[in-house]
């Protein structure tokens, strides 16, 4: 029997070859329709390419291999059509730098110059910041020298203080607690030389040392040398002393546990460096001479003292318009400071240049590093630039300080002078400096020495109305704490949102209203952060409420000061 052929007869009688059996009703239905869907009957007007790809695709759909073959045609499709695409138009991507990061200041001062000189909105913000009371109570200090005497002496501590003026003056003080918790003796200590400060002063040049002796010799004894017979043990050479390297914010039992007993042994030890060798967090007998040694004992150099106080006289006959209220700045605007910040400020090629070989000769090999990346425009979204003369004067004008405002500017030498400050000037023609106060003859015994010149702005920023700082450190940090300690608990000092001002002087859009408003609202931050109290974690050089200084009015279980 034959079977039954479904095609057309052709006119032979080959017998067809067997069907494949069907699986089911239903596939022998799809597969009827699909057939009738492809069909292989092309529509007028196609190519010959098309009518082929058709026909293949007709083929395909027959068979159950479909799906086998789908990658090869999408790839085959893929490369068809690449090779009819042009690539002569290249996409391109814009990268925008993310806002902050770019300085542009300059152009945010060009535009609000005249809406700001014209603004007559307001009172004069010298004469009327810090009037709202304080949230914080006021605050009076409250360390006392002891009365009686002390035990006999567990030997000497000789100790080398590293870095700048007042990282010097962390060494000291850390030194006057320690000593007089292991009840020893201390040596008065030695300045490094650094190659950054390079100043060769010693202690007494920029400290009055018997003042400081008499103060503390109830508490702590000072002597300016270890005694000769000791001292025959080691040939005299101090070098020789056993010397403790000690990790940085060590507990004060490290130095009871560790420390005491080679004291005990030996009657002479040496620590260097010993600048930030304890703990914050201390038994309040500790901090108690922190206290002690930083704002009763420390007082300049007699010589340094007097130019200070008369150039705050000067200041203070400047401001006579406000009432010889004055505001200080301190300004870290000085090459080295630039350099070391990696931010790019007018990212001309002369600053460029400059920076690459200021971070040399102070940091050889630190910036250039394998691996290392510096990213400018991060580290001015992170708030960690310094501001510029330029901002900070548009700061202070957009916090309501008038052109009449008297300014003293602590800085060293600024960067490029000549073309920074011409716009902090033209917002404020009262500002004054060391050098424009005094004269060149009064400043000559100061002006090799870097820390004998920062004592100088210390004493003059300590005295005025108004603090600015602009880039941390020690230097404000120390200010911060002494001003407290002088008016009654609160700081009196600004201290910039500095990620916030570089949204702010990002923004080409911004007005002079919206500006002012952001930085009214910023100066009254600074104001209800005037009075702080010190948490466990903080500086006591900072934070001296309450551990130097107790509250005015006091109430039974508020927490007093346990230092009196």
């Not at 009763?296 to 200070?308: D, K, Q």
């Not at 901002?391 to 300080?401: A, D, H, P, S, T």
């Not at 060149?440 to 109305?465: G, Q, W």
Request: include cysteine.
């Amino acid at each position: 029997m034959h079977s039954f052929n479904r095609l057309p007869s052709s006119g032979h009688s080959t017998p067809s070859p067997p069907q494949s059996p069907l699986r089911s009703p239903r596939l022998r239905h799809q597969r009827s329709s699909k057939t009738a869907r492809f069909s292989p009957v092309q529509p007028p007007g196609r190519t010959v390419a098309q009518r082929f790809a058709w026909a293949f695709l007709s083929v395909l759909l027959r068979r159950q291999g479909l799906f086998l073959f789908a990658p090869l045609i999408y790839i085959s499709g893929m490369l068809l059509y690449m090779g009819t695409a042009s690539f002569d138009v290249v996409p391109i991507i814009k990268h925008r730098p993310a806002p902050g990061s770019v300085y542009r200041s300059p152009q945010i001062y060009a535009k609000l110059r005249s809406d700001m000189n014209s603004d007559n909105s307001s009172v004069d913000a010298i004469s009327t910041i810090w009037k709202s009371p304080y949230k914080g109570g006021h605050w009076k200090p409250c360390v006392n020298s002891s009365l009686e005497g002390l035990p006999e002496s567990n030997g000497y501590i000789y100790i080398e203080a590293n870095g700048g003026l007042n990282q010097q003056r962390t060494s000291i003080c850390n030194a006057v607690a320690v000593a007089g918790f292991l009840n020893a003796t201390l040596v008065i200590p030695n300045f490094h030389y650094h190659s950054i400060w390079k100043d060769p002063s010693k202690f007494r040049d920029i400290y009055d040392e018997e003042y400081f002796i008499e103060t503390l010799k109830n508490d702590v004894r000072v002597v300016d040398k270890v005694p000769e017979y000791l001292m025959e043990r080691f040939g005299s050479n101090m070098t020789i002393v056993h010397n403790f390297r000690i990790k940085a914010w060590s507990s004060i039992t490290y130095y009871r546990d560790v420390v005491l007993p080679k004291l005990l042994e030996e009657k002479v030890i040496r620590i260097s460096p010993f600048a930030n060798r304890l703990s914050f967090d201390a038994p309040p007998a500790v901090q108690r001479l922190r206290c002690l040694a930083n704002y009763e004992a420390l007082r300049f150099s007699s010589p340094i003292l007097t130019i200070g106080e008369s150039l705050v006289e000067r200041m203070r006959e400047r401001s006579a318009i406000n009432g010889g209220k004055y505001v200080s700045i301190h300004l870290r605007f000085e090459e080295d400071m630039v350099a070391f910040s990696c931010c790019v400020f007018d990212g001309g090629k002369q600053e460029r240049d400059d920076m690459i070989a200021a971070r040399e000769r102070g940091w050889k090999g630190k910036f250039t590093k394998p691996g290392r990346v510096i990213r400018p425009g991060a580290i001015r979204i992170n708030g960690k630039c310094p501001l510029t003369p330029l901002e900070v004067g548009l700061m202070l004008r957009g916090m309501g300080f008038t052109k009449n405002t008297s300014i003293y500017l602590a800085s060293g030498k600024i960067y490029n002078a000549e073309k920074t400050m011409a716009p902090l000037l033209e917002m404020f023609p009262n500002l004054q400096t060391k050098e424009t106060l005094a004269s060149e003859e009064e400043l000559a015994p100061f002006k090799n020495f870097s820390s004998r010149m920062a004592a100088i702005d210390y004493t003059v920023c300590l005295h005025s109305e108004v603090f600015v700082t602009t880039q941390g450190g020690n230097f404000p940090h120390f200010l911060l704490g002494h001003r407290r300690y002088l008016y009654g608990g609160h700081s009196k000092t600004i201290k910039p949102d500095k990620r916030k001002l570089a949204l702010l002087f990002d923004n080409p859009n911004i007005g002079w209203r919206g500006l002012r408003r952001q930085l009214l609202n910023m100066r009254s931050h600074s104001d209800s952060k005037g009075v702080e109290l010190k948490r466990p974690n903080d500086s006591i050089y900072s934070f001296p409420c309450p551990g130097c200084m107790c509250p005015v009015n006091r109430t039974e279980g508020s927490r007093s000061s346990s230092t009196t």
